[in-house]
């Protein structure tokens, strides 16, 4: 029955992951790209946590918060160079 889950969940966090990789190409605005880079880059840690709970192993939830870290790290650069022109002041 959890395999079942698992592979309903893969499914829905793929779609959503190839949803926001199109508004991420066809944006109308910086705004809107910014932000679905942001919604892919947390659609790609739920899979990891995902495959994680498939494998049984707990190496993948490390992976995801590092990767977590830098995708916050990259959105805050994104919308400082957005906002101001340049990155370090």
């Known amino acids: 029955m959890v395999t079942y889950a ?3 969940a ?3 966090f793929g779609f959503g992951l190839l949803s926001t990789m199109w508004r991420m ?3 109308p605005t910086q705004a809107d790209r910014i932000l ?3 919604t ?3 659609n790609f840690i739920a899979l990891i946590v995902l495959y994680g709970i498939w494998q049984g192993t707990a190496l993948y939830f490390e992976a995801s ?3 977590a870290m830098v ?3 990259s959105t ?3 919308c400082r160079f957005v906002l101001r022109g340049d990155i370090i002041e």
């Open 40 to 42: 892919m880059v947390i």
């Open 36 to 38: 679905a880079l942001d």
């Open 25 to 27: 190409l066809i944006g």
């Open 71 to 73: 995708g916050f790290v």
């Open 65 to 67: 918060m590092l990767i």
């Open 6 to 8: 698992l592979i309903f």
């Open 10 to 12: 893969f499914a829905c």
């Open 76 to 78: 805050v650069a994104l």
